[in-house]
């Protein structure tokens, strides 16, 4: 049973990682297909055709094209359950700073992000079984303060790769760089709750660089579990 009650208009910082903290993601293809689910899932709506919706959606990516407000993309907007305020995808685990909208918004939102992955993962590999190591781990975001410090966390992540360190505005499976400037999703992502609480951008980056923000959430959500 989860302890952390999930209420609508509050905010959350969701993770998971992969069984036995074995990668998730193994390939280019791998993280397109996630960054087309967390964007896409928001609301209920059902995609007839998700091959080649992903498809399109990685072709987009690749070349540089930002999203913009078509029909399926108004559709998702007005009919979200839940809102993505930012994310960051590492080979083994995954982070991601949610706000509630509805009821059960966040609860089938995972659900479907986690069933429809590892079913592709399985498909793809020719394996079965798990992906994640059990349910997603929930810390429910108590004040503002937390909320700055979970953005911060999330887009440091990447610093823990070999190379990341000092670069993680370029880190192409975070949405930092969207923070940066180029807002490759549009209305997809909420970046205002975080970027209007600063002048500017290199505000905000010199804050996630001053927060000293490296708390293993994975430790902290044993700790509150336990």
């Known amino acids: 049973m989860r302890s952390t009650i999930i209420a609508e208009g509050e905010y959350y910082h969701v993770c998971n990682r992969g069984m036995l903290k074995q990668q998730i993601f193994n390939s280019k293809q791998d993280y397109l297909r996630w960054l087309f689910s967390i964007t896409h899932f928001q609301s209920s709506i059902s995609f007839s ?3 080649e919706t992903v498809k399109k959606f990685s072709n987009d990516f690749r070349q540089h094209r930002v999203l913009t407000s078509n029909s399926e993309v108004r559709e998702i907007i007005n009919k979200r359950t839940v809102k993505l305020v930012a994310f960051t995808l590492m ?8 706000k509630e ?22 498909i793809k590999n020719e394996t079965s079984g798990h992906l994640f190591q059990g349910p997603y781990r929930l810390v429910h975001i108590a004040d503002n303060d937390q ?3 979970t953005s911060a966390y999330i887009h440091r992540n990447c610093r823990e790769l070999k190379g990341w360190k000092g670069k993680e505005i370029g880190y192409p499976w975070s949405s930092y760089q969207d923070f940066a400037g180029l807002n490759r999703w549009g209305k997809l992502i909420c970046l205002e709750t975080i970027l209007e609480q600063f002048d500017s951008f290199q505000e905000y980056k010199d804050f996630i660089d001053e927060s000293g923000a490296k708390e293993d959430i994975f430790e902290s959500i044993a700790k509150i579990e336990n």
């Open 49 to 51: 055709e998700v091959a």
């Open 91 to 98: 080979p083994n685990h995954f982070h991601l700073l949610l």
């Open 101 to 122: 909208i509805k009821e059960g918004g966040i609860a089938t939102y995972m659900q479907r992000l986690q069933n429809s992955f590892t079913k592709y993962s399985n």
């Open 147 to 149: 909320l700055l410090y």
